[in-house]
Each structure stands twice: as C-alpha cells, then as structure tokens.
C-alpha cells in the first residue's frame, strides 16, 4: 500500500493509489499490497454518525436482520460485551461511549502492526491479504479502541489522549472546563472515518487539561491499520484554536464542548480534497452580568481542516464564530435584548424564561450530538449546521437559531462563511400565517392576547428551544427534489428546501415551516419550560421499495411519547379513508367529523390523525380546503364549505400524512428524557426495521436487577413502516419473557432516587447482522456475570443475528 506522496497533488494521490504505480516524477515507498477497505455495499461501511452525511440513519444493505427474518422466530442473541478501559479506583466512575461505534469492513493491518493484533485480524481474505472487519469505539475518559466485529478480540487498544497536553495533564471532568454534568469529557462526539486515505484514517477531537487545568481541543488523525496512532506526518494532535471577527474574538476552549459528530465532505479533483467540519457547542452555565443580570458568555464555532498537505497533513481552511460580533451599535436594530413577548414590563407567570439579552453570544450547535448534515449536488458540496439559541442580527454576525448553510466545491474551495440560512420569523408584531401550524393554541403574549405560531427567532431564544435538536436530516422526494427536515425543542419541526435556505422571510417560497411534530409540543402544554417540551432528538428516514410507490418515511421517539412514523407524500393526491360529514347549520362548515368508526393509534386507522396534519388540502366538494387543526375524529377548514358534505369520496394532499405511532411501551411506560435514538435498516427497502435506543419509565413487568426499578435501557426493534414491535433487548426470545436490559444509556439515579437521568443521546450501530450498543455502564449481562449493578462494566453491548459469525460460536474463540 502506497504510504507517500510528498509532492504530488491530491488527485495524483489517488490516482497512485488507485494504479501502484510512480507519478509526479518521483519514485514512491511501497509496502505489501493492500485492498482498500469499504469498496462494496455488502457488507456496509459505517465511516460516520447517523450512516452518512445525509444524516438519514438508515443502513440500506443490511441482509440479516430484517422484519422478515426476526418474525420467523431468528431473534437476535447477547453476546459478551466488549469492554473497554475503566477509570482508576479513586476516581470510581464508569467510562460511558457516547460517539457512535464506527464499523470499517475488510480493513487490512500494516504489516509492522503488533503479531497479536495481525492474529485478530486475519479472519477475512481481501486480494490474498489476512484481513477483518473492524468496529471501532471512543470514550469520554479518552480512549479508543479497535475490535474485530466478528469475534469480538480486541485488536488495537489506545487510552489516555488526554496526555495530549503534557506533563501532569488529565481528562477533563465535570466541573473543570465547563463541562456540566459529564462524567468525563476525553472524547464526547463520533469521530468520522477516512478509508481513501493512505493509510484509512480516523478523525476525532480530544479534550484535556494542562498543569494548570486550561483546557484544550485536538484534532487527531489516527491511523486505522496500526495501533490506533497518530498519522505519521500528518501534524496530529493539532490543536484546535483559531480567532473570528476580524481577529477580535479568540476561540476559549474552556467555554465550549464538541458533542456533535465530525463531518467529512468530499470534493473530488479538488484542493483541498477532504473537508473535516468540527462544530462546538455551550459547555457553561450562566455567568452573571452587571448589566443584564446575567448573560450567556460561550459562543458557537465552526472550524474546517482539509488532509491535503503532504503526508495528508492537516491543514486549518477556516475559523468560523456563529456570533462574533457584540450587537448593534445605538440606533442599529436591537439584536434581541428582550423579545416582543417577553418585554421589560415582564411575563405572565410562568409563561417565559425571560432569558437575558443574547447579542454576541450563544448559538451554539450541538444538535444533541448528530452531525452536520451535507449534500454534494453538481459539484459543490453543502454543509448544513443547526445553531441553537444566540444572538440573531446577520449584519453583526450573530446566527442564533438559525440553519447554516456553508458550500465547498473544486472550483471554489472552501467557503468560510454562510452562502444561505434559515432563522424562524413570526410573532405578534409581524403578521404570520404558517401553513401547517395555524392554531390559537400557542402561548400567549403579555396581556394575554392569543398569537399565532411558529414562534420567532426571540421566542426560541427565550425558551430554550434551539432549533435542530433533532439534528438535520437531509432526503429527496420526487422529482429528485432536496429536502431539509430538522425539529426544535419545542416540538415543532422544519421542513426547508435545501437550495434555498429562505433566510429571515415569511412564507418562504419552497419551504414549509413549522408542523407539529409531537403531539404536545411546548405550544399545547400550558407551561413552557424547556424540560417539559416533548422533545425530539433523534430523526431517521426508510424508503420501503417493497411498495409501488416507494414511499418514504420518517421516524423519532419523543421525550414522553411513543415512537412515531410521518409519510413523506409528495404533495401528491391520496384517498381518505371514512365516511366524512360537516357539522353546523350554517355556511362557512369549517368543522368536518369522521363519522366512520375508529381507533386510535392502531395500525389501520381511518382517524384523522391517523391520515392527515394540519396544513394539508382537503378535497371534497367545489372548493379545495386549507387543513388547520387534526384531531382523532374531527378537524377544522379554512375558509369552509359553502354547502354541507356528507361524503366516503374524498381526497387530501400535503407534505406529511402521520399514519403511525408506535404502541409499544403504552402510555404508562413513555421513554424518559431525553427521547429515543431512532435508526433504520432494511435489505435495499425491503425487511425494514425501525431500532430504538430508550430508556423508559416504569418498565415492563420481571425486570433484572438494575440500579433503578422504574428506569430501563432497551434496544427495540419495529417492523417498518407498520411500528409492530418484533423484539427488544428487555424481551429477546419469548414474547413474556426478560432478557435484558443489561446496559444503562445514562448516569445511574442515586440510590432510592428514580428521577428522569440526564441524556447521552447515543446511537448504536446495526451492521452486517449485530447490533453494537454504547452504554454508560453494563448493570449485566447473560454473557458476562461480572457486569453488575453494584459494579457495572465500561464498553459495548453487542448482540448478534442468527447464522452470523459471531452467533457462529466465532465471538472470543
């Protein structure tokens, strides 16, 4: 395998190594011939979170575990965990992976690699070579490790980053680096992997503390092939600082936390060839202000590095501050210091946070730690970030609540500043009729005049409800049209063309904002603190091909709800279902009954919620209707029928139909905060599987031993796209059975105390037939009895499927 190419460009690079031959005039350093790992679909790759960088959760080449295969009674089995580093006995904590596991197929060592790491890699043979498939794991005390995923043997183990900063540094802890209540923060997000490069390269950040218990960020490149080092050359660890604004604002380290995911973007014939995003998010609490009485000082970043110096050297694009500037100067535009529903006068009780004022400060992206999400179309490539609350005054550079778009392409490098945004606009004082969210049920404003949703950019800032908590979810629908879909903390969601990202406008051609995602979202529950929002945090998308139609879903779990499907339909016409009849005595008949008999939330329900959302067209009669409100067997129209309808014949259409909502656990047993992690797989849309990670409350009956009676961890498969539960961690084989949970997805409660735990927001990995969880800690396990509640394990759950390797008897053999 080709190693260096000192003088050559980037795409002579990978012309030398796709062809192993001399280019550029210059003799090469060749070492024994390698395949390049992740050339097929077949076993998939996992180089990134959330499958790839639309973000879309789905794995669409998964053959063994599938609705067809699990409902033929192939459950899936535990399998020892893999366990990583714990930390030392002083310390008495758990080493929680909050990253999602990352999975390369047919990786092949370095041949000076250790004799015992070639001996657990040498299970597959690529082009002659011993070789495996390599699930990789990082840790928040710092660690990485490299694992054959077939057997389960540690290959490469690497601890300690946090060496990184010199003599007597340490991992970062809560309290020190504004951490807030992280055990550890060494490595918080999941790292984004390289196989084109030689040699296949991970990306990660790193957090320690000096002797002087600064804190600092590093960028590594590792190398995948050899003990889990630094790339030779390369510049790693770089650390990570950089200055906005005209040099005026200086990146704090101390202030910020990287929890969402790395992303690459590739740009092919391009220099640079690969863009690695790092996006930082609040790692603080509230400082207080003489001024305002307290204040936010943390700002959100952006930082681009390319592989393109020698040596695939790391080389810094650009520093990026989502609110660089302090504000307007007097007479400018206020950069919301208090917003129109929430003024100096004060609010009505409860109704508000009344945050301070947000100029030059916040807008941070941590999107619950998904990754930017980009789209490559006609060469350029488009990275998307979702900046929570801050400052918002584009003339400033202050992008609070805001979607940002910043493009790359081979032609035009790396653009350091947003090319297009989207900021919610609305309110009291700025007329607004949304589309789908046309309801009097939102808060109202001081003196308690109803307003209409969605809410403005200062309504989202005062409440806590940052936009794309959800993440970013990128999908085309027909006519091979972009779409961008993203859900604030409040519960409302987003769906954005895209190419045109709108900016601070109403009634944005193209785009289609709000619609309800939940049903409570912060609009409909009275009080309107954050913590109470039905959040969601997690979005994953299935396209079921065993349909004519093709139809595409979208899937998330809801803090305090059950899992739920919406249909993306087009826009096309579809025939209701029921008998429908207005009610009233008088024209305009803006109220329509469902009169046919129906159920809710099962699985062939004619309800209305069942087919429709709010901002739908009904069609029934002459003239076509606005839908503005759905509930289970009546809705409300806009402007309303001239003359009654009593009809079985009609038609709807509108972007989403949510037709499912997952009946499993019922009501009493809602998923606990922070919400489900949702992903997808599927074998090429057919066999599709809707897996979630929760905890859940008050948990179903025969529980193991576990640190608190009323909160479980589970990993639950869902028929798609009907969200039949098929199987579950907490009820593997038999139906009334208990097999789990055996993990903990958060910090466990104190002992007596069940309150609702801080969220890690993890995701796991299904690939190539086993499910690879990251926990907090391992309370037990049927395969490994020294994982306890009273001493829990650090690592992975794994499980696997019927007729894999690993089921095989291959695991630790």
Request: hydrophobic share 35%; net charge negative.
């Amino acid at each position: 395998m080709i190693r260096y190419f000192r003088s050559c460009t980037t795409s002579q690079r990978r012309l030398l190594f796709a062809l192993l031959s001399s280019v550029c005039g210059l003799a090469v350093t060749q070492v024994s011939l390698h395949a390049q790992p992740c050339t097929t679909n077949n076993p998939p790759c996992v180089k990134t979170a959330q499958y790839d960088n639309s973000r879309n959760g789905y794995n669409a080449y998964e053959t063994v575990l599938t609705s067809t295969n699990l409902e033929a009674g192939n459950p899936l089995t535990q399998l020892s965990p893999l366990t990583v580093d714990t930390p030392p006995a002083n310390i008495g904590l758990t080493n929680p992976i909050y990253a999602q596991p990352l999975y390369v197929a047919g990786i092949s060592l370095n041949p000076s690699a250790p004799a015992a790491s070639q001996q657990y890699c040498n299970n597959l043979t690529i082009n002659g070579q011993p070789a495996c498939n390599m699930l990789v794991a990082a840790t928040l005390y710092g660690s990485i490790w490299a694992y054959n995923a077939d057997t389960g043997h540690t290959i490469f183990s690497r601890t300690e980053l946090w060496n990184d900063c010199g003599p007597n540094s340490a991992v970062a802890v809560s309290g020190q680096g504004g951490l807030g209540s992280l055990p550890f923060a060494g490595i918080v997000s999941t790292p984004v992997i390289d196989t084109t490069l030689s040699p296949p390269a991970m990306f990660l950040t790193s957090l320690c503390m000096d002797s002087l218990a600064t804190a600092h960020w590093y960028l590594h490149e590792i190398d995948l092939t050899n003990q889990l080092q630094d790339v030779v050359g390369s510049g790693s660890p770089l650390e990570i600082a950089g200055t906005a604004d005209g040099g005026t604002l200086t990146f704090a380290p101390g202030e910020v936390l990287q929890r969402s995911a790395l992303l690459e973007v590739q740009n092919a014939n391009a220099t640079p060839a690969n863009v690695i995003y790092i996006a930082f998010g609040s790692a603080v609490m509230e400082a207080p202000n003489p001024t305002t009485g307290q204040t936010y000082p943390y700002h959100g970043w952006i930082f681009a590095y390319s592989t393109s110096g020698v040596n695939n050297a790391l080389v810094q694009d650009f520093a990026f501050s989502t609110t660089a500037a302090g504000g307007g100067t007097p007479g400018t535009p206020p950069c919301n210091t208090f917003a129109p529903l929430c003024g100096a006068s004060g609010c009505e009780t409860g109704q508000y946070q009344n945050e301070p004022n947000w100029c030059g400060h916040g807008a941070g992206i941590w999107m619950s730690g998904r990754g930017p999400a980009a789209i490559t179309t006609n060469g350029v490539s488009n990275a998307f970030f979702g900046a929570a609350n801050g400052g918002f005054q584009t003339s400033s550079g202050n992008w609070g609540s805001s979607i940002l778009d910043f493009p790359s392409s081979a032609a035009g490098g790396v653009v350091s500043a947003p090319s297009s945004y989207f900021t919610p606009q609305g309110g009291p004082n700025e007329p607004f009729t949304p589309l789908i969210l046309a309801d009097s049920n939102c808060p109202a404003s001081h003196g308690a005049t109803p307003t209409q949703c969605p809410y403005t950019v200062d309504v989202l800032n005062q409440n806590d409800w940052d936009v794309a908590t959800s993440g970013i979810l990128m999908f085309q629908g027909a006519g091979q049209l972009n779409w961008l879909v993203t859900v604030d903390k409040a519960g409302n969601g987003y769906l954005l063309n895209p190419s045109n990202l709108g900016g601070f406008a109403q009634n944005d051609v193209g785009n289609l904002f709000p619609f309800a995602a939940v049903t409570s979202p912060c609009w409909s529950l009275g009080g309107v603190e954050a913590s109470d929002c039905h959040r969601v945090t997690s979005l994953a998308s299935y396209v079921n091909s065993s349909s004519p139609s093709k139809p595409r879903y979208l899937y998330f779990w809801p803090f305090q709800e059950l899992l739920t499907g919406f249909q993306f339909s087009q826009n096309a016409p579809n025939n209701g279902i029921g008998t429908i009849a207005t009610s009233g005595s008088t024209a305009p008949f803006t109220t329509v009954s469902l009169t046919t008999p129906c159920t809710a939330r099962s699985l062939s329900t004619p309800c209305f919620n069942g087919q429709m959302v709010a901002g739908d067209t009904l069609n029934a009669g002459l003239l076509p209707q606005i839908v503005t409100s759905v509930g289970s067997t009546s809705l409300t129209v806009s402007p309303g029928f001239s003359s009654a309808i009593n009809t079985s014949s009609w038609t709807y259409n509108g972007y989403f139909i949510k037709p499912l909502s997952g009946s499993w656990p019922t009501t009493t047993n809602d998923v606990a905060y922070p919400g489900g992690s949702v992903i997808v797989t599927a074998n090429q849309g057919s066999g599709g599987l809707v897996w979630t990670l929760a905890t859940i409350e008050t948990a179903p009956s025969a529980p193991p031993t576990k640190p608190c009676a009323t909160l479980t961890a589970m990993l639950t498969a869902f028929d798609a796209p009907t969200l039949t539960k098929i199987w579950s961690t907490y009820n593997t084989n038999v139906k009334t059975g208990c097999n789990g949970p055996c993990f903990t997805l958060n910090a466990p409660p104190p002992a007596g105390q069940c309150p609702a735990p801080s969220g890690s927001f993890a995701l796991p990995t299904v690939v190539n037939g086993s499910a690879f969880i990251p926990t907090y800690g391992i309370s037990g396990s049927s395969a490994d009895s020294t994982c306890t509640a009273a001493t829990p394990c650090s690592g992975l759950l794994v499980y696997c499927g019927t007729g894999t390797t690993a089921c095989n008897g291959s695991w630790l053999q």
